[in-house]
């Protein structure tokens, strides 16, 4: 992919908006958990900020969505948007407003695909807007700082003022708004103020292309997940490997501690591989990776296990 890198004078915007909790709507003030995700178009968040009143900022709605729902559809047709902007000499970076649900996998799969040379920031919200203290305009008014910071770079997510990596960022929390965390101090930096203070490098990366994402998202490669757990056994493997329409391409399991698995689970992963449906060993642990070991089945690395996921479909893909 060309090298758009963003010249002195960039300072244009673009916000791209896909649904989430950012943009949902509560019928109370005080009603932090039954609100609908997807309500408010992405024109309206950037508009209750008064402090981007004036500023060079596009916005334009690509999907509207929770998050839970994301799909590959959506996905193609966030990475074709955010291609096309990120070209634009005029553009420093683009912010993509998501739900936190599948934000980090959303992150981990722009990563890959488009590795950029601007920023692409995700940021999201864990109170509707309606909330009385909704955290959404601040994560976008960050996170619109981070996309104009010289020098950034790669597919960041801002949250609660802390910038992290597609590689690492995780959502660590179902309720409390700093619910984002970089495994093993991955955190790459924070925004105070509107000011990003960065604490290393930021990611670099080679891209697959767009080119490795443009078979229909119906045809994509089905890469499924399971867990290693007490009393796990390979039923569920053996049911996918038998069923008549849902056969998986790839199976990723999660599992425990260095990617250990039941006898019976292991056993069953390896008559899925040998009949050639793909296999990676990620951890259910919240960090570290799962060592390569002689004889044992492949392994994910440091990816958690929705990574991995990812991982596997775009190698499927590449292959196809
Ligand atoms: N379910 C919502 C979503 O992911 C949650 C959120 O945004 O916080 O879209």
Redesign the pocket.
Known sequence: MQAHIPSETSRRVVILGT????A?RASQASDNVGYT??QLGVDQLVAAIPALAGQALEAEQVAQL???DMDFAAWQRLAQRLAEHLARPEVAGVVVTH?????EETAYFLQQVLAPFKPVVLT???RPATALQTDGPQNLLDAVALAREPGARGVLTVFAGAIHGAEQVRKVHSYKVEAFASAEGGQLGVVEEGRVRCFGAWPQGQALGLASIVRPAAEWPRVMLLWNHVGADGALVRALLDHPTQRPHGLVVAGTGNGTLATDLEAALREAQASGVRVLRSTRCDAGPVMDLPGALPSAGALSPVKARIRLLLDLLAEM
């Open positions: 649904g989430g909790t950012i949902g995700a997807a929770d998050s839970k739900g936190t649900d599948t934000l999201a919200a864990m």
